[in-house]
C-alpha cells in the first residue's frame, strides 16, 4: 500500500453523448488515466454519490467550504442548489440565455455547451457541521471528528478542516474549475470558500497487452498498488459504503467517510536518496512497483516468509500500512490521491506533494489506524502533512425526487 501518509433537479438540455459510463471500473479506481472523452459521464443518481468508486480521471480538487446559513430553512435551501448544480455540471448541457444587462448564468469558460467530461462531485459535510447551529448534533456520524495532528504533522489551520467538502475529478482542470466557479456563483450567502486544493495523475499511452499500473506520485513509486477493488461489491459494502452493520444513524447509509490530506514532498532531498534506500524506505521497486521480493505490481508480498524483514524491511511504508494480517484487514482504505505542485517556497524549494484521498465506512479502523502505524516510519524524512481533514460523504441522490442532504435533514424533523 502506497499513500504518503495513509497517507438533481432537472436534467433538460443535457449533451448528447455515449451511453451513461459505468460506475466503477474496478481498478482503474486509482490506476494511470489514459484517454480522455468530454462527453464521459457518470450517472448522477444513485444509492451512493459518484467519485469514490468512479474511476479516477486526470485531474483533481477538493474544495472545503465554511457554510453561511443560519438555520434549517436556509440549510435545506442550500443542500437543494447544491444537488440542482452538482446533477446539472456532471451530466453537461447547454448554457441558457438572460436578458444581457444582468450577470450571465454562466462563466462562459467552457462555450455555450457545457460538457460533461467526466466531471464528478462529491458532497462530504465535517464535524464542525454537527455544531449546535442546525439542531443536527444528535445526528453526527459516529466517527466523525476533527482531525488532529499526528507526530510528523505541521497543519496549516488555514487549510484545515471545513463544515463542508466537495471533491471535484474531471478530465482537465478547467472543467473542475468551471464547476467550482458555478458552485459559487449560485450559493451567495451560503457558502464561502475555506481552503482548496487541486492535483493531477500523469497521463499514459495505452499499452496494449501490459497490466495497467497505478499511476505514480512525485517520488517517482506507483501509488494504489493493493488498492480494494471498485468492482467488489461485497468488499465495498465491507470497507467503503456506510450500512446497517457499521452503527450509523439510520440517514447515513450509503455514504462513507472521507480522510483528506495534503502531503508535501521534498523532492530536493529524495532526489539525492540513493534508490536502495528509497525502495527499503516503500517496500516496493521503484521502476516495476513490485514487491521486494520481485514479481509484478499486483504480486503481493510474503511477509510471513520473511518475518524479520530482511527482504521487505520491518518499517516499510507498505508493511506498515498493510501488514496483512487478520487482525489489520479492517483498516484496508480506499486510495484516490492526485499528485500536486503550488509553486516555489521563499528558499527555492518546490512546493509539491499529495492530495491524499481516502474512502473507508470506519474512519478510527481505515486511516486513523493506518496512520498511527505509520508514526515515526522511515518515509517522515522526506514528507510534511500541511492540511486536510476528515469528512462524511452523504449518501447518494436515490432518483429525481430525491436531493443530496435529503436524508439528513428529514432525520431532524
Partial sequence: MTGLGAGMAGLSGLCPARADAPVSHGKEVTSTP?????????????????GVVTPRPASGMLVAFDVL????ESLDRLFRTLNERIAFLTQGGAVPTRDPRYPPPDSGTLGPVVPPDGLTMTLAVGDSF?????????LRPRHLQRMEGFPNDALDADR????????ICANTLDTAYHALRDIIKNTPGLLVVRWKQEGTVPLLPPSPGAVDGSARNFLGFRDGSANPSGDDQALMNELVWVGSSHGEPAWASGGTY??????RNFVE??????????EAIFGRRKMSGSPLAGGSEQDLPDYATDPDGDVTPLDAHIRLANPRTAATEKSRILRRPFNYSNGVERNGQLDMGLLFLCFQADLEAGFISVQRRLDGEPLEEYIKPVGGGYFFVLPGVRDENDYLGRSLLAAAV
Fill in 269 to 278: 532531498r529524495w532526489d539525492r536518496t540513493p534508490l536502495q534506500e528509497q
Fill in 69 to 72: 446559513a443560519r438555520d434549517r
Fill in 34 to 50: 489514459q484517454m480522455q472523452d468530454a462527453q464521459l459521464r457518470y450517472p448522477f443518481h444513485g444509492v451512493h454519490q459518484q
Fill in 258 to 263: 472521507l480522510a483528506a490530506r495534503i502531503i
Fill in 130 to 138: 454537527f455544531d449546535e447551529r442546525f439542531g443536527l448534533t444528535n
Fill in 160 to 167: 484545515c478542516h471545513g463544515d463542508l467538502a466537495i471533491q
